[in-house]
């Protein structure tokens, strides 16, 4: 997203007015006046989570071994970790230290409670990084920017969403201004993430596929992944 500084300023150069230039700087003016500010991450974790609420509680039991596009998981071991990264981001928006050397079996702790008690969690992520301070500065193991950070929690939440929509044959449509977010933060650490075995090689995309289809690809996913 581009500020003002990015906006070339005519008006110092010395030289005479080209009747293009003059016509130009209105739009320009008008451009760096209707610039608006990136929404606060707490904003757009709130609205992947009212995206993907509605494809994990279609879940059903007999659904949980089901293969995904995530080969290493099934249905059941990628809602734990969904779980799993859910409960721990919100440690990450309050610069504490987090743990994820094991993945708790929340499904089989809540049982058939458990679509509620993600939807708590969700709402317990949401209001950490809302906290005053929450995107500020450094966090995690890495010391990354908190608000790469929490980029990074919205983008499981947003793609691991599809996994489980795609797994189960449920539709899915990601929250308005997730996909544009994520394809920064995707574009800013995909070398790092394939280095560390996080992402795979990004799959081929064809012509006019659309914004979603082309970041589930960069991060190694088929965007036309079948379970069949």
Same mark, same amino acid.
Not at 75 to 82: D, I, M, T
Not at 85 to 105: E, I, W
Not at 110 to 124: E, I, K, L, M, N
């Given at each position: 997203?581009?500020?003002?500084?990015?906006?070339?300023?005519?008006?110092?150069?010395?030289?005479?007015?080209?009747?293009?230039?003059?016509?130009?700087?209105?739009?320009?003016?008008?451009?760096?006046?209707?610039?608006?500010?990136?929404?606060?991450?707490?904003?757009?974790?709130?609205?992947?989570?009212?995206?993907?609420?509605?494809?994990? +509680?279609? *879940?059903?039991?007999?659904? /949980?071994?089901?293969? =995904?596009?995530? &080969?290493?998981?099934?249905? !059941? $071991?990628?809602?734990?970790?969904?779980?799993?990264?859910?409960?721990?981001?919100?440690?990450?928006?309050?610069?504490?230290?987090?743990?994820?050397?094991?993945?708790?079996?929340?499904?089989?702790?809540?049982?058939?409670?458990?679509?509620?008690?993600?939807?708590?969690?969700?709402a317990q992520l949401v209001e950490a990084w809302a906290a005053p301070g929450?995107?500020?500065?450094?966090?995690?193991?890495?010391?990354?920017?908190? +608000?790469? *950070?929490?980029?990074?929690? /919205?983008?499981?939440? =947003?793609?691991? &969403?599809?996994?489980?929509? !795609? $797994?189960t044959g449920r539709p899915y449509t990601p929250a308005e201004g997730c996909?544009?977010?994520?394809?920064?933060?995707?574009?800013?650490?995909?070398?790092?993430?394939?280095?560390?075995?996080?992402?795979?090689?990004?799959?081929?995309?064809?012509?006019?596929?659309?914004?979603?289809?082309?970041?589930?690809?960069?991060?190694?996913?088929?965007?036309?992944w079948t379970a069949g």
């Amino acid at each position: 997203m581009s500020d003002r500084h990015d906006i070339p300023d005519e008006t110092h150069s010395g030289a005479p007015d080209h009747p293009a230039q003059t016509a130009r700087r209105p739009q320009a003016a008008q451009a760096a006046h209707t610039t608006r500010p990136a929404p606060p991450i707490s904003a757009l974790l709130d609205a992947a989570a009212g995206a993907a609420l509605p494809v994990l +509680r279609e *879940v059903r039991d007999d659904q /949980l071994g089901w293969p =995904t596009p995530c &080969a290493e998981y099934d249905v !059941r $071991a990628l809602l734990n970790h969904l779980f799993q990264v859910v409960v721990a981001f919100r440690s990450l928006a309050a610069k504490k230290d987090v743990d994820f050397n094991s993945t708790p079996d929340r499904l089989g702790e809540y049982g058939p409670q458990w679509p509620d008690r993600f939807v708590d969690a969700s709402a317990q992520l949401v209001e950490a990084w809302a906290a005053p301070g929450a995107e500020d500065g450094l966090t995690g193991g890495m010391q990354l920017p908190a +608000r790469t *950070v929490g980029a990074m929690v /919205l983008l499981d939440l =947003t793609v691991h &969403a599809w996994d489980v929509a !795609r $797994a189960t044959g449920r539709p899915y449509t990601p929250a308005e201004g997730c996909v544009a977010e994520l394809r920064t933060l995707v574009a800013q650490m995909a070398p790092t993430a394939r280095r560390m075995n996080v992402f795979a090689e990004p799959a081929p995309v064809p012509p006019g596929a659309s914004d979603l289809e082309v970041l589930l690809a960069e991060t190694g996913r088929d965007p036309h992944w079948t379970a069949g």
